[in-house]
């Protein structure tokens, strides 16, 4: 749990709780005074975005209890959870007011606007592109999906708001009335932000690739190592923003002690951990044996056959066994590519050409990261 952080989701959410809600009273009041459907229904919006402030301080709050037992990793996962129940929110909000917008196309109302009503939209406009700007960069300061969802949803707002205040200047000067129209306009935007929204928290929560700059500079520092000939099928799992646990496979020389390779691996860890936050809770080992010409020259015959297949993006872990005339290696074929295991069998099928007289043991390793 990171204080700090906490705060400044706790803060940027009360304060988007009392703007919606203020937003709401007003936008509500000149609705139903003006018969103006659009301007309830952003109204509407509003008291959805209120809502949904609340849902993200609940949520961070659960989110930082103390791991126990049954959740050892903790609950930092919840976040994503109510940034899901947000989401549902949004397009809850979204749908009801396509239907009641429909409604209204089919039993058209007659607006009747003041210019109190207009320049409280007007005023509107302006405090949601703040509100916006603001939640959105405390949510990328915070690295909170609730909060940058919500300065999002902010910004959809003004355009909403904007549009209400276009759609009464088309009614006074040429005295038509576009409001039913631009309500069922104004819920295709919430339902779209709302769906948007769901699909990105779904797939947090289902686990998404790391991002290559990140996987890429951990795999690169790893590698700095001296002892280390490559760092391969590094997987980080997400157990909320704060919360980073991965495993890597490293290539070292098979002739390095069990005292040197735990000496090795604290290091690693310890300099992975300060640098990205991120735990390597487990490093495993490809023993390089590399002190017999023949060995090596097996080990470029075969990863020249691999690279034979551009399909093939990463070949690893070569070891030969003379005594059990074994050879072993991974490779990675492109999630690309709709049939990997084709690729696979035909690259087994020609290493074992060159080889006749040994037994193959490949592994057809994951494109987990880049």
Same mark, same amino acid.
């Given at each position: 749990?990171?204080?700090?952080?906490? &705060? #400044?989701? %706790?803060?940027?959410?009360?304060?988007?709780?009392?703007?919606? /809600?203020?937003?709401? #009273?007003?936008?509500?009041?000149?609705?139903?005074?003006?018969?103006?459907?659009?301007? *309830?229904?952003?109204? %509407?919006?509003? @008291? $959805?975005?209120? @809502?949904?402030? @609340? =849902?993200?301080?609940?949520?961070? &709050?659960?989110?930082?209890?103390?791991?126990? &037992?049954?959740?050892?990793?903790?609950?930092?996962?919840? +976040?994503? @959870? $109510?940034?899901? *129940?947000? $989401?549902?929110? =949004?397009?809850?909000?979204? =749908?009801?007011?396509? /239907? +009641?917008? %429909?409604?209204?196309? =089919?039993?058209? +109302?007659?607006?009747?606007?003041?210019?109190?009503?207009?320049?409280?939209?007007? /005023?509107? #406009? #302006? %405090?949601?592109i703040v509100l916006g700007l603001f939640v959105q960069g405390q949510g990328k300061k915070a690295e909170s999906d609730s909060l940058i969802a919500s300065g999002k949803d902010a910004m959809f707002d003004s355009i909403i708001s904007a549009s209400t205040l276009v759609a009464a200047a088309i009614y006074l000067f040429f005295g038509v009335s576009l409001e039913a129209w631009l309500g069922a306009a104004i819920a295709l935007i919430i339902i779209k932000s709302g769906l948007e929204s769901l699909r990105d928290t779904i797939s947090e929560i289902l686990g998404q690739r790391v991002e290559p700059s990140l996987s890429k500079a951990i795999k690169k520092d790893i590698a700095s190592f001296p002892e280390v000939n490559g760092a391969y099928d590094l997987v980080i799992n997400n157990y909320g923003p704060n919360t980073l646990i991965g495993a890597v496979h490293i290539e070292v020389p098979g002739t390095m002690t069990v005292e040197e390779l735990n000496d090795l691996q604290y290091r690693i860890m310890h300099l992975i951990f300060q640098k990205y936050h991120v735990i390597l809770n487990g490093i495993s080992v490809y023993a390089q044996n590399s002190s017999s010409e023949k060995i090596n020259e097996m080990r470029e015959k075969v990863y020249g056959t691999c690279e034979k297949h551009p399909e093939v993006i990463n070949h690893h872990g070569f070891h030969v066994d003379e005594e059990s005339k074994t050879i072993r290696f991974d490779i990675i074929v492109s999630f690309d590519i709709k049939d990997r295991k084709e690729i696979y069998h035909q690259v087994v099928q020609e290493v074992q050409a060159l080889f006749p007289g040994y037994h193959l043991e490949v592994v057809l390793d994951g494109d987990i990261s880049d």
């Open positions: 749990m990171n204080p700090s952080r906490d &705060k #400044v989701i %706790v803060r940027t959410s009360i304060i988007g709780i009392l703007a919606n /809600v203020l937003l709401a #009273v007003f936008k509500a009041m000149v609705g139903t005074l003006s018969h103006s459907v659009a301007i *309830v229904l952003d109204a %509407v919006n509003n @008291l $959805s975005d209120a @809502l949904s402030s @609340l =849902i993200t301080i609940i949520g961070i &709050k659960l989110a930082g209890k103390a791991p126990d &037992k049954k959740h050892p990793l903790g609950h930092g996962r919840i +976040e994503y @959870l $109510s940034a899901a *129940v947000i $989401s549902m929110i =949004i397009l809850y909000a979204g =749908i009801s007011a396509f /239907v +009641e917008s %429909v409604k209204k196309i =089919i039993h058209p +109302e007659t607006p009747d606007y003041t210019a109190i009503s207009l320049i409280i939209i007007a /005023v509107a #406009v #302006v %405090v949601k």
